[in-house]
């Protein structure tokens, strides 16, 4: 079984609506991350936890929020759903205490598209 | 601004042969760079990492140098396979725990 779960893996909605994308791991990292991947930009960092009590904004917040449910799961919502915010999404984990720093674990991805 | 730029063309080269891809960045100090593979409809896979007092880094038949001076990594493929056709990433860590990733370089490689 993979070591980073994304779910669902493709999903269709409308503008205006609430979804919520979920993010598993079974590696026991702490650190885990939200990317939005769209061509041409690369990964650009959306929210990232460094334990379950800890949550932090990355580059572009703005129209997500997250939720750190447990040391394996972390959350993306997007509480109103646009247009712009069609894309790939990406969950990933990290522990810094494996190979020197922060190499990132990376799961299958989320396609979002938004009508 | 910071940025991290990559070959904005993709790279098509022959079996055999070696690939080389750049990453050059401003206004970053990265104590660390790494890179990454993708294949389509998947997540980035890590290859390889180098921290800022190294020069080189080799993995198989990958070679990684890293010049500080410069501001610039360059990635090498060598005796490139088909299977070595992916989309390359480079990231930067600077002291900060979080990476931050260029575009991407796709590479096709010809048999």
């Known amino acids: 079984d993979a070591d980073v779960t994304q779910t669902p893996r493709n999903r269709i909605t409308k503008t205006g609506k609430r979804i919520m994308l979920e993010c598993s791991q079974t590696?026991?990292?702490?650190?885990m991350y939200w990317y939005r991947q769209d061509p041409g930009l690369g990964l650009r960092l959306i929210y990232y936890?460094?334990?379950?009590?800890?949550?932090n904004k990355g580059e572009i917040s703005d129209g997500y929020s997250v939720s750190r449910q447990a040391q394996a799961k972390f959350s993306l919502s997007l509480e109103s759903a646009i247009p712009n915010q069609t894309a790939l999404y990406f969950c990933?984990?990290?522990?810094?205490?494996?190979?020197?720093?922060?190499?990132?674990?990376f799961g299958p991805g989320t396609r979002l598209l938004v009508l | 601004s910071q940025k991290i730029e990559q070959n904005s063309e993709a790279l098509n080269i022959q079996e055999g042969k070696t690939a080389t891809l750049t990453c050059n960045y401003t206004?970053?100090?990265?104590?660390?760079l790494q890179w990454y593979r993708q294949d389509p409809g998947r997540g980035p896979v890590f290859l390889l990492l180098i921290r800022e007092n190294e020069k080189e880094k080799r993995k198989e038949r990958l070679k990684v140098t890293f010049d500080t001076t410069l501001k610039q990594s360059l990635f090498h493929i060598t005796a490139s396979q088909p299977a070595d056709s992916a989309t390359y990433l480079c990231?930067?860590?600077?002291?900060?725990?979080?990476?931050?990733f260029g575009a991407g370089t796709t590479v096709t490689v010809r048999a």
């Open positions: 990231a930067l860590e600077p002291h900060d725990y979080k990476l931050s």
């Open positions: 990933a984990t990290s522990d810094n205490k494996d190979r020197g720093r922060e190499t990132q674990y």
């Open positions: 590696k026991g990292h702490d650190r």
């Open positions: 936890s460094f334990d379950v009590k800890d949550i």
């Open positions: 206004n970053y100090s990265p104590a660390y």
